[in-house]
Structures are given as structure tokens and as C-alpha cells.
């Protein structure tokens, strides 16, 4: 009895191959991702001491591409107008010289040998054997007889491919025998599955530089919290915010962070879990009160040794930060000359205010990035938090006060701009659990401004140029209206 094995793959290529990815990972690394499933699935395919045979969708001109990712060995083309026609091809081919025949992907995650002698062995009994994808289609199919009926589907893109081929079969009085799922990676939810063993992986939400899952483990939902990209240029970005919610983990207002995982084996970054927390975004209107207790017991928080940057003199960091930021959208041959200039005038502005000499005054963690998005509010001030530390700093909490209150950070989900009776009462509040100076807070205020203004500048030309990773609509739109002429008019009042 003569058994084949036909590995069915696509030859990996930039623009062609796991292209669902692209909203998560670069082709480049959507690549890498394809060819590691292929080692890995390709090895398990010659311990099994069946004959082994490769298919690829490329020519010729591609074997190369293929021996440096599997080894020097003849390859055979898959042919056929679509998916089916190619499978069926393939399997008439090779029972031709054999008993017994399977066929399967290239891209499962969690193939194992055992699967292999099954398929063979069940044939034996049935005209049919089939291993589903947890996505509703099939990675493995094994037949004696080729079957071109099973193969006619409408449609090998959905998840109702297992569902059809089965009415296939039952239409056909053909017998089959359904083996163990598999996981096969076509999304991000699914490479996440693969690496980390979580199940029920879904998005949560999506920022500038991070991206959120939840899933369930032990029956507790968690987050799964990604760094696309730093903002403060770190190479351990997420080890930074893991080191961070360690630090706050006794606040009582933020995630309790569970693992650090910094060791992967598909997915190009590494990431964190944490606890999942429920709460509705902060209204300036009528959250002002918990948001002060929120920020009190972050600055109030008793901290030892840690790996945080410290902000030696905040200003000039701010500064130059600013001035990196603004350079971008300056020296662009696209940008506005009187958006420039509005800019160029903040900066000048800005560096007169920077002190020659500073010296941090109880010293306190802050956050530096805290919009209404970063509060999660409940019921009360006891079941409400704040989120997002990944560019925390060892600061002053008036620089966290004026970066909550600046025009530009209020603007920005909510279109709403505090007055200052609104600003003087959050104060007023804030310094029933915490002091600060008043001098110090203005000061920031505007450099906060500046901030804003300077951020927008670049991401502007990022976004009109496609060089983030995360991109949405509505984000450019916002980020757009902050370097319009009538908002910048507008903040400048805060630079006289």
C-alpha cells in the first residue's frame, strides 16, 4: 500500500502572501510568519516516513525562493483556474503512482504527526477524510479516488467552506471521516491564538502606537496589550509600561499587570496582559471631581527603585521633544507656510520659559499623555480608573495637571475646551488630597500647548504620508483640525 503526502503551500512573497496581516504586521514580517509555518509543517511531514511530495502556486523562477526556505529538492506547480481545480489536480496527479493520498496547507499552527498516520488510517474506511480550520474550512483532505465533485465549491474564502464540502459528500452518498481542527492563521486574532494559547482573543481598541485584545483564560476576561511603535524611541517600550503598572499596581486606580512576554515565536512583538477593567470614558462636564482623586492617588503613590526616566529638567525635554516633532511637518515641502510660522512663533515662545537651571520638586509618577480616553469611569471614584501608562515618567504632578486641563488635550475627543472657572475648581479639588504650585502649573500649561500642537504637526504629515501602522479616519481628521488656522489663533492666547 503506497501512501503520499502533498504539501500544498504558496511561495512567500511580499504582497501576496498572509495579506489579512497587513493591518497588524508588515508584509515583510507577514513573510517570516509564512516561511516559519512552512519549516516547522514541512519537517513534521518528512518524520512521518511518508512519501513527500511540494506544490507551490509560483513557477519554475520561484524554486529558489523555495529550497532556502525548505531544502534543495524538486518541486511540482499547482494548476487549475481556482482553488479546487489546483487540489484536484494535484491529488488525480499523485494517485495516479499511489493507494492513498492527502493534502494540506502549509500554514497550520498546531500540526502534529499523529494527524498524518490518522488520515492514512481512516482511509481505509471511508472515501473521504477531512481535517478542519477552526475558521470554518479544511487544512488537510485525503482520498484513494479523486473526487472532482468535492472540490466544486462556491466559494473557498468563508467560513462556510466545511459546511459546503460536507453537503458535498452527503449529496454525493460519499462516506468521511472528520479529524482533529487545526488552527490556521489568517488574522490577527489568530496569530495571537497561536502564540499565546489564549482563546477568544478579540480587539479591543486601537491607538497611535498600541493595540488591545481581550481574552478569556481560567474563565477571567484579560487584556492583551501590544506597542506597535514607541513614543519615546525606547527598544523596551513594553517592558517600560510593564515595569510601570508594577509600580502603580497598590494605587487601587490602575491595571494590575499579570505577564511580561518578551520571548515569542510567530508574532514580531512582544507584549503584556493586565487586568481588565470596565468603565466609560471621562466627562469633562461631570467627572472632574473623581478624575482629581484619580490623579491624587497615582501622584500620592510610594515608589522605590525603578527604571523610569526621570525628568531631570522637564521643560527642556518637553522642548526638544517639541522642536523634533515640529521639525518634520516644518521641513516638509507639502506643509503650510502660516501653519509653520503659528508653530515657529510657539517655540520661541516656549524657549524663553525654559529654566537654565530646575530642580524637580516632589518627585511623583506621571503619566504625560492623559486625555479623557485614559479614564475609565464607574460608578464612583472607587470603581474608576486610569489606563495607557506607556510613556510614564518619574516628573512633577504639575505637569500631569496641566497636560489633563491644556486646551489641546481636552479638544481632542471631545471638542470641548475648559474655562477657567471649570480649570480653577478641578484645582481646588485636586489640592484637598495633594498639593502642588500654582507658578509651576501655568508654566506647563503651555508647553502642554505647544505639545499638542507640534504632535498633530507631525502626525499630519505621517498620516497624509500612510507611515503608521495604525491608521484610521477619524483620528487624521481630528489631527488635521489642530493645525487649522482658527486653532491655532485660538491656543495662541495661551502664549501672550
Known amino acids: 500500500m503506497k501512501n503520499k503526502i502533498i504539501f500544498f503551500t504558496r511561495v512567500p512573497k511580499v504582497g501576496t502572501t498572509k495579506t489579512r496581516l497587513y493591518d497588524f504586521v508588515s508584509p515583510e514580517a507577514a513573510v517570516e510568519i509564512q516561511k516559519k509555518l512552512m519549516r516547522k509543517n514541512y519537517d513534521i511531514l518528512k518524520n512521518s516516513k511518508e512519501e513527500l511530495v511540494v506544490y507551490h502556486d509560483g513557477q519554475s523562477s520561484d524554486n529558489e525562493i523555495m529550497k532556502n526556505i525548505l531544502e534543495d529538492r524538486e518541486f511540482s506547480y499547482q494548476v487549475g483556474a481556482t482553488l479546487g481545480d489546483k487540489m484536484y489536480n494535484a491529488i488525480e496527479i499523485e494517485l495516479r503512482a499511489s493507494d492513498r493520498v492527502i493534502l494540506l496547507g502549509s500554514d497550520i499552527f498546531n500540526l502534529q504527526e499523529n494527524m498524518i498516520y490518522i488520515a492514512f488510517e481512516k482511509l481505509a474506511e471511508y472515501d473521504v477524510v477531512i481535517n478542519p480550520s477552526v475558521d470554518g474550512g479544511y487544512f488537510l483532505i485525503g482520498m484513494k479516488k479523486a473526487i472532482k465533485e468535492v472540490f466544486n465549491l462556491p466559494s473557498y474564502g468563508d467560513n462556510t467552506v466545511l459546511e459546503n464540502l460536507l453537503a458535498v459528500c452527503k449529496e454525493h452518498e460519499l462516506s468521511y471521516y472528520l479529524g482533529e481542527s487545526g488552527l490556521d492563521i489568517d488574522t490577527k486574532e489568530d ?25 478569556d483564560e481560567a474563565g477571567l476576561k484579560k487584556v492583551l ?28 486606580v490602575t491595571p494590575k499587570p499579570y505577564d511580561l512576554i518578551t520571548e515569542t515565536t510567530l508574532l514580531p512583538y512582544k507584549y503584556l496582559t493586565m487586568e481588565f ?8 462636564k461631570t467627572d472632574m471631581k473623581i478624575a482629581a482623586y484619580l490623579l491624587s492617588k497615582v501622584h500620592n503613590i510610594e515608589y522605590g527603585k525603578n527604571n523610569l526616566i526621570n525628568a531631570t529638567n522637564p521643560f527642556q525635554l518637553m522642548f526638544d521633544e517639541c522642536k523634533q516633532m515640529s521639525g518634520e511637518y516644518i521641513a516638509w515641502d507639502k506643509a503650510d507656510e502660516k501653519v509653520s510660522n503659528y508653530i515657529r512663533a510657539f517655540l520661541e515662545k516656549c524657549q524663553c520659559l525654559i529654566p537654565k537651571e530646575y530642580t524637580i520638586s516632589n518627585p511623583c509618577i506621571i503619566n504625560t499623555e492623559l486625555n479623557s480616553g485614559n479614564f475609565l469611569i464607574g460608578e464612583g471614584k472607587e470603581d474608576s480608573y486610569i489606563i495607557d501608562w506607556e510613556k510614564a515618567l518619574i516628573g512633577e504632578c504639575e505637569q500631569d495637571l496641566a497636560h489633563f486641563l491644556a486646551p489641546t488635550t481636552t479638544f481632542w475627543k471631545t471638542d470641548i475646551i475648559l474655562s477657567e472657572k471649570e480649570i480653577n475648581d478641578f484645582l481646588k479639588e485636586y489640592s484637598s488630597y495633594r498639593a502642588f504650585d500654582r507658578e509651576r502649573f501655568e508654566r506647563y500649561l503651555i508647553f502642554n500647548c505647544l505639545r ?6 507631525m502626525a499630519f504629515r505621517q498620516y497624509s504620508e500612510n507611515d503608521k501602522m495604525l491608521m484610521d479616519a477619524a483620528t487624521f481628521k481630528k489631527i488635521a483640525s489642530y493645525i487649522e488656522l482658527e486653532f491655532l489663533e485660538k491656543v495662541s492666547a495661551y502664549f501672550k
Open 191 to 215: 496569530l495571537l491564538s497561536a502564540e499565546t494559547g489564549y482563546s477568544n482573543i478579540e480587539l479591543l481598541g486601537a491607538g497611535e502606537y498600541n493595540i488591545n485584545f481581550t481574552f
Open 225 to 252: 496589550r501590544i506597542n506597535m511603535k514607541s513614543q519615546m524611541n525606547l527598544e523596551n517600550q513594553i517592558e517600560y509600561e510593564y515595569e510601570t503598572l508594577q509600580l502603580l499596581k497598590d494605587s487601587g
Open 452 to 457: 499638542g500642537v507640534t504632535w498633530c504637526s
Open 277 to 284: 477593567l470596565k468603565g466609560r470614558v471621562l466627562d469633562y
